[in-house]
């Protein structure tokens, strides 16, 4: 799969992928308008090109309290990001090239006040879901925001998330609409974290074109 040509899709007007971009770009914003006064950590899992992040972070009051970490396997997508990052005006930012899927690649960043799950959840087992679900605990600071994306075609997978999520102490916020054509979804960490595995899995890529229920060309 070239990811770094995948990116193309956000750039064409009144895609699907576009118009998710800009509810998640939205969605963040709203998260650090609503975060108390002070630093922000932020670390965002399979990052690609950083173009969630970096489009919310343009203009936006909050942007020189946060630092960043960005964790990406594709050292082309990583460049892009660590260029578009360069004048976001972040604290710090930090473009890690490696498996996002690793815990360490966390450690001294979490817990985080913003965790950003996009374009994972459509790549992985149902089983490896929940499994990240479970370490989301430990990536997330209490009072902390979780945003993720699912696609919503069948089995619809979203309800469950939304369960772990519960058993986990995480609390909704925000959910798209079913008929929106993608799903994001925000939840906010309500419970103590836990200390983060020093060198766990949380889930295996295995990517959507690959999977048993499909998914198209959302992740």
Known sequence: MDWRGWHDHYDRPGSTLARRLAVVRERIRLALDEAPPGPLRVVSMCAGQGRDLFGALAGHPRASDVAARLVELDEGNAALARRAGEGAGLRSLEVVV?????????AGMVPAELVLACGVFGNITDEDVERTLEHCAQLCARG???????????????PRICAWLAERGFEPVWLSDPEAGYGVGVHRFAAEPQPLASDARMFTFVGYDALPSGGGAIR
């Not at 490696?98 to 966390?106: F, M």
């Not at 902390?144 to 619809?156: C, M, N, V």
Request: net charge positive; proline share 8%; aromatic share 8%.
């Open 98 to 106: 490696g498996d996002a899927a690793l815990t360490r690649h966390y």
């Open 144 to 158: 902390g925001t979780l945003i993720w994306t699912r696609h919503r075609q069948p089995p619809d997978l979203v």
